[in-house]
């Protein structure tokens, strides 16, 4: 979907302060790679610094395996850094040490994927390390100084050192994996005490301090509220909270409001603050009831809404309170109270080409064209976008930049292309919409003018009334006049050429949660790719023709 603010707006910190140069990174990323050391011999021909990790890697049998072939990234420590961990666990040697542990502690400096600092985000790193967590990066700013962090734990002194293997990234101290679960992470936290008394009595205590073995069903993501919060909110203990919500006498019975906000503060999966600003919205445990999400002044707000004419202001997720990893998820720290309320339908402005399989590409997503090759029908390379597999139409296209007419203005840069109608290609294309909220809606077709073709479009099974013509171009008029025959600009250029926006009609929404909208060719010549930029859900109530989309993403209301 499109946001207010683009997904990696807090990298501009970084631009500013000269940590990532784009090109001139790249070009010394280039100029420092050596072929004929790997990961391993690289840490022996410098045992000032690195002798002791080395020690580590030789105990634990990993010196060969970092020596062969292979794509890695290693974050490094010092000799000092290792010194103090060895402190912190109070072992004299590393001999010493229990073997089990030292080769976890490996594995949570590795990754098998080639990751240089311009693909760092201020939040998790795409691919999880070796030992099956994911990393967390940031920068800290010191006496002036700027440097990236790794979990909060750790400061790279030196970064992006290509090896034959990989990349090396120097760290001043040790990473440790998460030991305990959500719920054991909370509870180790004193400030928390009233939200853990509440998870207890309601049951969410057990349900956060598993660790399912199915890794689809492991990732949790809560947002706790602290004794302060709650305290602001006049609860100022765990009696005052359930006198305030567990109307039955029973927290643990899922009709209790007690219970019902402790679910509310749960959401399935696992979402980094840098993570939850892509969505406007995230299903929680409380069967149909979601916490809308907003990005502001690089702050993550949620349940913030305008209601009856009434101003609600949301709740800040405290960032350094934030992103606390755990054996089965993560959580975040709210800055003051919330619960469930009555949730208008709320517009969705939907980036179709926005979708974890290339969100999680850094290299790619927003930098560079990608494609999702299909090889079977069985094939789903992308969950949320299935279409017909022909052998014409195997590959789903990620789009990325381009100067030209059917280029210039798409929204982020981006867009989604396909075979589509005709023989031989694609007949039918089908995709999960993020969360909206139940509601009705107009539904509008973003598309780019190419594809010479017709097609139905169904929501959640229920035809449209209007069919898009991909080949047709909007008409000139003004904003109201167009309104009025089911066209809008979408796009801030005046003049935008082939960028259209297709009122197809409106849509009941029933349930809360991700819907499916599907395009079905009906008649025309394959003259083109079909080719989508946006998808918008906007309340029948709401403002149609605004805002407009600018190319970086950020949204125009000038004009009405």
């Given at each position: 979907?499109?946001?207010?603010t683009s997904?990696?707006r807090?990298?501009?910190?970084?631009?500013?302060?000269?940590?990532?140069?784009?090109?001139?990174?790249?070009?010394?990323?280039e100029l420092?790679?050596?072929?004929?050391?790997?990961i391993?011999?690289y840490?022996?021909?410098?045992?000032?610094?690195?002798?002791?990790?080395?020690?580590?890697?030789?105990?634990?049998?990993s010196?060969?395996?970092?020596?062969?072939?292979?794509?890695?990234?290693?974050?490094a420590?010092?000799?000092d850094?290792?010194?103090?961990?060895?402190?912190?666990?109070g072992v004299?040697?590393?001999?010493?040490a229990?073997?089990n542990?030292?080769?976890?502690?490996?594995r949570?400096?590795?990754m098998?994927?080639?990751?240089?600092?311009?693909?760092?985000?201020?939040?998790?790193?795409?691919?999880?390390?070796?030992?099956?967590?994911?990393?967390i990066?940031g920068?800290?700013?010191?006496?002036?100084?700027?440097?990236?962090?790794?979990?909060?734990?750790?400061?790279?002194i030196?970064?992006?050192?290509?090896?034959?293997?990989?990349?090396?990234?120097?760290?001043?101290?040790m990473?440790t994996?998460?030991?305990?679960?959500?719920?054991?992470?909370?509870?180790?936290?004193?400030?928390?005490?009233?939200?853990?008394?509440?998870?207890k009595?309601?049951?969410?205590?057990?349900?956060?301090?598993?660790?399912e073995?199915?890794?689809?069903k492991?990732?949790?993501?809560?947002i706790?509220?602290?004794?302060?919060?709650?305290?602001?909110?006049?609860?100022?203990?765990y009696?005052?909270?359930?006198?305030?919500?567990?109307?039955?006498g029973?927290?643990?019975n899922?009709?209790?409001?007690?219970?019902?906000?402790?679910?509310y503060?749960?959401?399935?999966g696992?979402?980094f603050?840098?993570?939850?600003?892509?969505?406007?919205a995230?299903l929680?445990?409380?069967?149909?009831?979601?916490?809308?999400?907003k990005?502001q002044n690089?702050?993550?707000?949620?349940?913030?809404?305008?209601f009856n004419?009434?101003?609600?202001?949301?709740?800040?997720?405290?960032r350094?309170g934030?992103?606390?990893?755990?054996?089965n998820?993560v959580w975040?720290?709210?800055?003051?109270?919330?619960?469930a309320k009555?949730?208008?339908?709320?517009?969705?402005?939907?980036?179709?080409a926005m979708?974890p399989?290339?969100?999680?590409?850094?290299?790619?997503?927003?930098?560079?064209s990608?494609?999702?090759?299909?090889?079977?029908?069985?094939?789903?390379?992308?969950?949320?976008i299935?279409?017909?597999?022909t052998?014409?139409a195997?590959?789903?296209?990620?789009?990325?930049?381009?100067t030209?007419?059917?280029?210039?203005?798409k929204?982020?840069?981006?867009k989604?292309?396909?075979?589509?109608?005709?023989?031989?290609?694609?007949?039918w294309?089908?995709?999960?919409?993020?969360?909206?909220?139940?509601?009705?809606?107009?539904?509008?077709?973003?598309y780019?003018?190419?594809f010479?073709g017709?097609?139905?479009?169904l929501?959640?099974?229920?035809?449209?009334?209007r069919?898009?013509?991909f080949?047709?171009?909007?008409?000139?008029?003004?904003?109201a006049?167009?309104?009025?025959?089911?066209?809008?600009?979408?796009?801030?250029?005046?003049?935008?050429?082939?960028?259209?926006?297709?009122l197809?009609?409106?849509?009941?929404?029933?349930?809360?949660?991700?819907?499916?909208?599907?395009?079905?060719?009906?008649?025309g010549?394959?003259?083109?790719?079909?080719?989508?930029?946006?998808?918008?859900?906007?309340?029948?109530d709401?403002v149609?023709?605004?805002?407009?989309?600018?190319t970086?993403?950020?949204?125009?209301?000038?004009?009405?």
């Amino acid at each position: 979907m499109k946001k207010q603010t683009s997904i990696l707006r807090l990298i501009s910190i970084i631009l500013m302060t000269g940590l990532v140069l784009a090109a001139c990174k790249k070009t010394e990323y280039e100029l420092a790679t050596s072929t004929d050391r790997n990961i391993s011999s690289y840490l022996s021909e410098r045992p000032d610094s690195f002798s002791l990790f080395k020690e580590i890697l030789d105990i634990t049998g990993s010196s060969a395996y970092l020596d062969a072939y292979g794509a890695y990234t290693f974050f490094a420590v010092t000799n000092d850094g290792v010194k103090h961990w060895m402190d912190s666990v109070g072992v004299s040697s590393l001999a010493a040490a229990d073997v089990n542990t030292l080769k976890n502690l490996v594995r949570f400096h590795l990754m098998e994927d080639t990751i240089n600092t311009s693909q760092f985000t201020d939040g998790k790193l795409k691919t999880a390390t070796m030992y099956g967590q994911f990393l967390i990066t940031g920068v800290e700013f010191v006496n002036g100084v700027s440097s990236y962090t790794v979990n909060r734990q750790a400061s790279i002194i030196q970064s992006n050192i290509r090896v034959g293997n990989g990349i090396v990234h120097v760290i001043n101290r040790m990473l440790t994996p998460a030991a305990r679960t959500i719920a054991q992470e909370i509870e180790a936290n004193p400030d928390y005490s009233v939200f853990v008394q509440a998870m207890k009595e309601t049951g969410f205590y057990d349900v956060l301090n598993r660790v399912e073995t199915d890794t689809t069903k492991r990732w949790r993501t809560v947002i706790a509220e602290s004794n302060r919060a709650l305290a602001d909110s006049g609860y100022s203990s765990y009696a005052a909270l359930k006198a305030k919500y567990s109307q039955t006498g029973n927290p643990a019975n899922p009709k209790d409001s007690l219970n019902m906000y402790v679910a509310y503060h749960i959401v399935n999966g696992l979402y980094f603050l840098g993570d939850l600003i892509n969505y406007n919205a995230q299903l929680t445990l409380l069967p149909e009831e979601v916490i809308t999400i907003k990005h502001q002044n690089q702050q993550v707000v949620i349940n913030e809404m305008e209601f009856n004419g009434t101003f609600e202001k949301g709740v800040t997720l405290i960032r350094t309170g934030s992103d606390n990893s755990a054996t089965n998820g993560v959580w975040h720290s709210a800055s003051s109270h919330t619960m469930a309320k009555f949730r208008r339908p709320q517009a969705l402005y939907w980036d179709v080409a926005m979708f974890p399989e290339i969100m999680n590409q850094p290299a790619y997503y927003r930098r560079a064209s990608y494609s999702f090759l299909r090889s079977l029908a069985t094939d789903r390379p992308v969950a949320s976008i299935d279409w017909e597999w022909t052998n014409n139409a195997r590959t789903l296209n990620y789009s990325y930049g381009g100067t030209g007419t059917p280029d210039i203005y798409k929204v982020n840069g981006d867009k989604i292309t396909l075979d589509f109608g005709g023989p031989n290609r694609a007949t039918w294309v089908e995709m999960k919409t993020p969360t909206i909220i139940k509601g009705r809606y107009k539904v509008w077709v973003c598309y780019i003018q190419q594809f010479a073709g017709v097609t139905n479009v169904l929501v959640n099974g229920v035809a449209m009334t209007r069919q898009v013509n991909f080949n047709e171009v909007m008409p000139a008029g003004t904003m109201a006049e167009r309104e009025s025959i089911g066209w809008k600009n979408y796009v801030t250029a005046s003049n935008p050429n082939r960028f259209n926006s297709r009122l197809v009609g409106i849509v009941d929404i029933a349930t809360t949660g991700t819907q499916t909208i599907r395009f079905n060719w009906v008649s025309g010549t394959a003259a083109g790719n079909f080719q989508l930029d946006m998808i918008h859900f906007i309340p029948i109530d709401d403002v149609q023709v605004l805002p407009r989309f600018a190319t970086d993403g950020s949204m125009s209301y000038v004009g009405y």
